[in-house]
């Protein structure tokens, strides 16, 4: 039997390593859209810059009282810390099996773009990305499955797109179509990692916000599929909420 777990979590604890698998960053404009979401000054989701006001992440990263740090690959020190507004989940999340897991975060005030702080796009309504297509996955969640090293610095690592019936065969478990896999790289997402980017290159070489971090199996294994709210599923519902 596998078990699932969602990769949300309060970092208290802090160390200065590598995601599972993953790299330092070494400044934010390699992933200026990565937004760290904070709770008493601890972090505890990733989330993705889409617009002035508004930030995507994963609905089961709810709480209250929470501010989105911007700009900086330390998430205790960020170039902009702004509060939210609003935390709006998916009207369809489903918790017991954690589908539809988006949320749109408004903030009390615009954020100002530069090198470090840009919004990354969205893709196309139902747009599809093969398996085997090259992805970049990024947050400060857990450095090592089952332990409590969370890293201060930003961590990316590369990884690949898995199509849906590879990933029901791996994870057990029913793939929605809200759903995108990612992994079998040697590295992967962990808890404190949620909400944050899946993104893809398209033809042109734009970066597109293809998922969300959502969930994946326990102690998170680097050669197991791990799930991503898959954002092409849901366009009309994001865009009525932000106007983009």
């Not at 902009?80 to 369809?92: D, G, K, L, V, Y």
């Not at 959502?214 to 092409?232: D, L, R």
Request: hydrophobic share 40%.
């Amino acid at each position: 039997m596998k078990f699932l777990v969602v990769f949300c979590l309060v970092a208290f604890a802090a160390a200065n390593e590598r995601i599972i698998g993953g790299n330092d960053a070494v400044s934010m404009e390699a992933t200026p859209w990565q937004a760290s979401l904070q709770k008493f000054g601890s972090h505890f989701c990733g989330a993705s810059v889409i617009a002035e006001l508004f930030v995507m992440t994963a609905c089961h990263c709810e709480q209250t009282d929470v501010t989105v740090n911007v700009g900086s690959i330390d998430y205790r020190y960020p170039e902009q810390s702004i509060p939210m507004e609003s935390f709006t989940c998916n009207p369809n999340w489903r918790q017991l099996i954690i589908d539809f897991d988006y949320a749109v975060i408004k903030l009390t005030s615009k954020l100002y773009f530069n090198s470090n702080v840009q919004p990354i796009a969205l893709p196309a309504s139902g747009q599809e990305f093969p398996g085997g297509t090259p992805a970049l996955i990024s947050g400060w969640g857990l450095t090592v499955g089952g332990g409590d090293t969370v890293p201060t610095n930003l961590q990316w690592a590369n990884t690949q797109l898995i199509d849906p019936a590879d990933c029901l065969e791996r994870l057990g478990k029913t793939i929605t179509p809200r759903m995108q896999c990612a992994g079998l790289m040697g590295n992967t997402a962990c808890n404190g990692d949620s909400g944050g980017p899946l993104v893809v290159q398209d033809d042109d070489g734009k970066y597109l916000l293809v998922g969300n971090t959502s969930f994946g199996i326990v102690n998170c294994p680097t050669n197991a599929a791990s799930v991503w709210s898959k954002n092409s599923a849901v366009i009309e519902w994001i865009n009525g909420i932000t106007g983009i």
